[in-house]
């Protein structure tokens, strides 16, 4: 089972920021955060992760609370193309192992409106 | 350069009939991963190859699902007999490898096949 908690579904208007909450209230200390994206009609694509401090890359930022219990990642400027569902997942990395695996959960629907 | 490449992108198939799929991860990639998604669901693991072998079949069907990955580069999934809750998008997905790492762990995901049993 996931173990995370994200909403069904969120808004965001073309240009402005999208913030988008992720709960992970039994995460352990070597779990990492990892936030993928899923366009309709293809494959998920990898945005960004991290362990305790925020992190910022070309797609996103992902701020992380300092209890690690939750999370947010953020799009500073949402276009109609950042529509997609988003997966926040928790894993350990390890060398192989199934522990490592990425377990999706239902993600969060975001919806770009011009 | 070229991702993950998957054939076909669309199957319709009658139940009991068998199906197979096939994937082409990214050149240097030693980590091969197939994925089944249900409308409406995240992706589920089935299989992990580390190169030729198949480490992680643990939620694989293995009375009706079969997987090969023989020369360690591509592989196929295969389905026989086809059953009506097959229906679902099967993803193929790479890695270079199973390493701890910050590129090491990205996996890299094809387009996928959509497979209806009538």
């Known amino acids: 089972d996931a173990k995370t908690t994200q909403p069904p579904s969120m808004d965001c208007a073309e240009g402005r920021a999208a913030n988008l909450p992720c709960n992970h209230s039994?995460?352990?200390?070597?779990?990492?955060v990892y936030w993928y994206r899923q366009i309709h009609s293809q494959g998920p694509q990898y945005i960004i992760h991290g362990l305790k401090n925020n992190e910022t890359n070309e797609m996103a930022s992902l701020i992380i609370t300092e209890d690690r219990k939750s999370s947010t990642l953020i799009l500073p400027h949402a276009t109609l193309r950042d529509t997609a569902v988003y997966y926040c997942i928790v894993r350990v990395v390890v060398y192989g192992g199934s522990q490592g695996n990425l377990i999706f959960g239902k993600g969060t629907k975001l919806s770009v409106k011009p | 350069e070229a991702g993950v490449v998957q054939s076909p992108r669309y199957k319709i198939i009658e139940k009991k009939q068998p199906v197979a799929f096939w994937c082409n991860p990214i050149?240097?990639?030693?980590?091969l991963y197939w994925y089944r998604q249900n409308l409406g669901q995240g992706p589920e693991l089935l299989i992990r190859y580390e190169n030729e072998e198949a480490v992680d079949d643990s939620q694989l069907p293995k009375d009706r699902f079969s997987a090969e990955r023989l020369k360690g580069v591509d592989s196929t999934l295969k389905i026989q007999p086809a059953e009506l809750g097959d229906s679902a998008v099967y993803l193929c997905a790479s890695s270079l490898g199973p390493f701890g790492g910050r590129s090491y762990n990205e996996q890299f995901f094809g387009p996928g096949t959509r497979l209806t049993v009538l």
């Open positions: 050149s240097g990639h030693n980590t």
């Open positions: 039994t995460i352990s200390g070597n779990e990492y």
